[in-house]
């Protein structure tokens, strides 16, 4: 008969044998927001294929919006396309930097984090990196931003060309 194995350290302090937290009460790299959370690696990163679904969710969002403003600026294309583009980037900037996932990752549970930090991203980040998104996704008719998108599937951090830009990667939660 095997001797069950030791229970885990109490909550509230680090394990036993822990070496004590970095200098400036920073959190560790790759822990999520609250700590005590698993360190980021392969086994923990989103699903590639799951993650072109949940972009595809936030294009269909998007694309609504996008139309509606189109529509109601129909005579001047220009301005339409520059808020649209607006609009797009800060929906991104406040879902991945406050909640660290847009409303097309939610369903998955995935969550942008910084790769220095492990927290979400800054709002700098997240804009940037939805920034890019945008291109991609504009891009994706003629290829290249396929390319973008697609480049997570032969990544080994699965990252997309976004989430290299901006210095991020997806998790599972």
Same mark, same amino acid.
């Given at each position: 008969?095997?001797?069950?194995? *030791? !229970? /885990? $350290?109490?909550? =509230? +302090?680090? %394990? @036993? #044998? &822990? *070496? !004590? /937290? $970095?200098?400036? =009460? +920073?959190? %560790? @790299? #790759? &822990? *999520? !927001? ?7 690696? @392969? ?131």
């Amino acid at each position: 008969m095997q001797n069950p194995p *030791p !229970p /885990p $350290p109490p909550s =509230g +302090g680090p %394990p @036993p #044998m &822990m *070496p !004590p /937290p $970095p200098s400036g =009460g +920073g959190m %560790p @790299p #790759m &822990m *999520p !927001p609250g700590g005590g959370g698993a360190m980021a690696v @392969p086994g923990n990163l989103a699903s590639p294929g799951m993650r072109i679904v949940g972009g595809l969710i936030d294009v269909v969002i998007l694309a609504v919006v996008n139309g509606i403003i189109s529509t109601i600026l129909q005579k001047a294309t220009g301005l339409a396309g520059l808020i649209n583009i607006v609009i797009d980037v800060a929906y991104f900037g406040y879902f991945w930097s406050s909640r660290g996932a847009s409303i097309g990752m939610m369903p998955f549970g995935f969550k942008v984090r910084d790769m220095q930090t492990g927290q979400y991203p800054t709002m700098g980040k997240a804009a940037l990196r939805g920034f890019i998104w945008v291109l991609e996704v504009g891009f994706t008719v003629c290829i290249i931003g396929a390319v973008g998108w697609l480049w997570q599937l032969w990544d080994p951090q699965k990252q997309a060309i976004h989430d290299k830009v901006a210095g991020t990667i997806v998790t599972t939660n």
